[in-house]
Structure formats: structure tokens, C-alpha cells
């Protein structure tokens, strides 16, 4: 009989926590919108590439994360638009840059904002002008690969010089 109740109890704690667990998500997921917005305000930015940078990935200051893309469009002239959304604590100097960045050579994407040092902040809607876009992998270690090519040459030239010219 203990057993029987062990089982009983098990499967009355489960079926509470199934319950519990599945309103915190409906309540979440009806929550209207706004509600969510109102402590927030909308930046934008355009980049040349944003190699594997979507909607939902975060942007941060100094590594605490102060917002998240929410879209991402390609615009006429090939550039990628981001729309960001930014919680109001953080005011954006006007004269900032943002840089796409990556948790570790093959992490996730996000976007690392530098703040500047303007007086005047940008305001709900407005932009960030000063852009660095994604760094290619293959390109990082083309560019490797090249300065220990020019090192080794300068090097092979080095030795190669007369006795005398070498001092």
C-alpha cells in the first residue's frame, strides 16, 4: 500500500506542475504586446552583411545584455536594416557605433554597441550610423595566413642580404 501511494503522490505532484508550467506559458503568450514595449524604445542601423545576425539575437553594452533584433530587412541597395529593441535605462549616445560580434569563432551572432561620448542621445526611432559589419571566418584567416606569408618573405629576404648590409 505505501508504494501505491508513493506512485499516487508522484503522479500528483507531476500533473500540478504540468498545470502550473502550462499557465505561466499561456499567460506569457497572451500578454498583450505593448505592455512589453513600454519600458523599451527602437533603434536602427544598416549593415553591409550580417552573416548569421537574426531577429531575436541580443545586442549588448560592455557585454550586459540591453536589448535584442527584432528585424531585419534587405533594402534596395543590398544593405541589411536592423531594427532593434533597446530598453529605455540605457540612453544611446548619439555619436555611438555598433559592431556584430560572436560568442566564440563558431557562436551566435549579436550586436555590441560602443557608446560615444555626444551629449545628445538618440532618440525612440532614431539611428546608428557608425557600422562595422560581420567578419567573414575564411576572411579572418586569409588575412592570417597572408601576414605570416609576408613575415616569412621579409624574413627569407633578411637572410639573404650580404654580412655588411645587414647592419
Known amino acids: ?10 503522479g500528483l505532484v507531476l500533473f500540478v506542475v504540468c498545470v502550473m508550467s502550462f499557465a505561466f506559458i499561456a499567460n506569457k503568450s497572451h500578454a498583450p504586446e505593448d505592455a512589453d514595449k513600454t519600458d523599451k524604445y527602437i533603434v536602427e542601423a544598416s549593415f553591409g552583411r550580417t552573416d548569421g545576425l537574426h531577429p531575436g539575437d541580443k545586442v549588448r553594452i560592455a557585454g550586459l545584455n540591453v536589448g535584442e533584433v527584432v528585424k531585419a530587412e534587405l533594402m534596395p541597395d543590398f544593405r541589411v536594416h536592423l531594427t532593434m529593441l533597446l530598453d529605455k535605462n540605457y540612453k544611446i549616445p548619439d555619436d555611438s557605433s555598433i559592431t556584430i560580434e560572436s560568442d566564440s569563432l563558431m557562436g551566435a551572432k549579436y550586436l555590441e554597441i560602443s557608446p560615444g561620448g555626444d551629449d545628445m542621445e538618440i532618440p525612440s526611432g532614431g539611428q546608428i550610423y557608425y557600422t562595422q559589419d560581420s567578419m567573414v571566418l575564411e576572411d579572418l584567416i586569409d588575412l592570417v595566413i ?21 647592419k
Open 146 to 166: 597572408n601576414y605570416a606569408k609576408s613575415k616569412q618573405a621579409q624574413a627569407s629576404f633578411d637572410s639573404q642580404k650580404p654580412k655588411e648590409a645587414q
Open 1 to 10: 500500500m505505501k508504494e501505491e501511494n508513493k506512485e499516487i503522490l508522484f
